[in-house]
Nanobody, 118 residues
Framework: QVQLVESGGGLVQPGGSLRLSCAASGSIFSIGAMGWYRQTPGKQRRFVAAISVTNYTNYSDAVKGRFTISRDNAKNTVYLQMNSLKPEDTAVYYC????????????WGQGTQVTVSS
């Protein structure tokens, strides 16, 4: 089993920055790519960013140029540095991990709230 725990969410003013962290524990050898989705009330989760085991990164158009995803394999942690935050970035952010055996996003964290407001 794999557990993912997010941290770093909170309230920030427009134009500000936050860094989210996602720490993995358990059967971490089975985790491949990792990334982030976000969700607002009444809407589906939407892709934000992903990073492969070889540090290839991918971003949604909505966050490209403002967010940076990275991972520290020694700490089993993935980060999402969010700069130039906008009110429309307000959401619950979920970390995920891809299971190497299945190739699916089988592992999810509990989510962390990010609110961008003045």
């Amino acid at each position: 089993q794999v557990q993912l725990v997010e941290s770093g969410g909170g309230l920030v003013q427009p134009g500000g920055s936050l860094r989210l962290s996602c720490a993995a524990s358990g059967s971490i050898f089975s985790i491949g790519a990792m990334g982030w989705y976000r969700q607002t009330p009444g809407k589906q989760r939407r892709f934000v960013a992903a990073i492969s085991v070889t540090n290839y990164t991918n971003y949604s158009d909505a966050v490209k140029g403002r967010f940076t995803i990275s991972r520290d394999n020694a700490k089993n942690t993935v980060y999402l540095q969010m700069n130039s935050l906008k009110p429309e970035d307000t959401a619950v952010y979920y970390c995920y991990g891809v299971s190497e055996p299945t190739g699916r996003r089988d592992y999810w964290g509990q989510g962390t709230q990010v609110t961008v407001s003045s």
